[in-house]
């Protein structure tokens, strides 16, 4: 599984777009997670926990045609709407076919300001 795109949406949140590198019918994971870096405090040996948000692979069946290898561009607009793309290589073993299409995610998402009570800063008086 990889990443392979990861967009801002405000306040330390982020939409992150996952794939796995299989196309046609081996094709499983295709999907965007919303993952929240606000309060989030790096600790070594900590993960961050992420949400599913949205399966793209039945909108790429919807499609009629090959099921993409390569998710690999997302935007979000201002407004809050998800745009996804897939990079066919242009190689021979791929049938060239390109998309971008709006994704409608079922809860909206909306673009938030930084809680200032969580925003972590350095410890100037730690001096170990």
């Known amino acids: 599984v990889g990443l392979s795109d990861i967009s801002p949406l405000g306040a330390g949140r982020f939409l992150v777009l ?12 295709k999907k965007l997670y919303a ?15 992420k949400t599913m948000v949205y399966d793209l692979i039945p909108d790429i069946e919807s499609l009629n045609g090959w099921t993409f290898e390569k998710m690999e561009g997302l935007a979000v607009n ?13 190689v021979d073993d791929n049938s060239g076919e390109q998309a971008l299409w709006q994704v409608t995610i079922p809860t909206p998402l909306i673009i938030q300001e930084f809680d200032e009570e969580c925003i972590v800063t350095g410890d100037d008086d730690d001096d170990d």
């Open 18 to 29: 996952e794939r796995d590198n299989q196309g046609g019918p081996d094709a499983a994971i």
């Open 78 to 90: 201002h407004d809050g709407l998800v745009w996804v793309n897939n990079d066919n290589d242009g």
């Open 35 to 49: 993952i929240d870096m606000n309060c989030f405090n790096v600790t070594e040996g900590e993960t961050l926990e």
